[in-house]
């Protein structure tokens, strides 16, 4: 149900400026045979409408955003002190150190802004299409194959991206357990001479 709100947030947000871009073409057409003042105090309008918007839907998923990233910190805060013995046998401490910080990290810095910069690139094209469409009729033809293509590209690139994902997390994972054994084993290892070892 957010996610539904703030599409449409940034579709009318998107929808006000490309109304913004059309009035231009009525401006230089003078449809409405009206002064240099009435277009100007309609683009101002137009153009301060799309500030607010923009302004509020970043503002509103940024702290929505936040909000999902706060109730999910607890979950996992709360249930890593509650899960069963043989969980902590099997799960490395390195996969737990990695869930904690790194996927937390990615919720609270990376989620928002890439999906602040998708959203806005989905309005654009839509809108751009939209108002292309408009001008020139025959150009609604030619986008199905484009639109053919880039679902191609999207689903290829989607299965990449995941797998890249998931060799990043494993990658890390032993890095993390390595750098806690080896701050739990630090006396051990200073009272065998062996940090060289440990420093590679």
Request: hydrophobic fraction near 50%.
């Amino acid at each position: 149900l957010l996610l539904f709100y703030i599409s449409v947030a940034f579709f009318v947000s998107q929808f006000v400026r490309v109304a913004t871009d059309y009035w231009l073409v009525l401006w230089r057409l003078d449809s409405f045979d009206q002064s240099v003042g009435f277009y100007v105090s309609l683009y101002l309008a137009l153009g301060l409408t799309t500030g607010v918007l923009v302004l509020g839907r970043n503002l509103w998923l940024a702290l929505s955003l936040l909000a999902f990233s706060r109730t999910i910190h607890d979950k996992v805060m709360a249930g890593i002190p509650t899960a069963p013995l043989h969980w902590f046998h099997e799960t490395p401490v390195g996969r737990i150190q990695n869930r904690v910080s790194k996927d937390v990290a990615t919720l609270d810095e990376d989620l928002p802004a890439n999906f602040i910069d998708c959203a806005q690139c989905v309005a654009v094209v839509i809108g751009t299409c939209i108002l292309s469409t408009l001008s020139l009729p025959w150009f609604g033809i030619v986008l199905i194959p484009v639109f053919f293509v880039f679902f191609r590209v999207r689903a290829f690139y989607n299965m990449s991206s995941r797998e890249l994902k998931r060799l990043d997390s494993l990658s890390r994972s032993p890095l993390l357990s390595h750098y806690g054994s080896t701050l739990q084993g630090l006396v051990t290892i200073r009272a065998f001479y062996k940090q060289g070892e440990y420093a590679r």
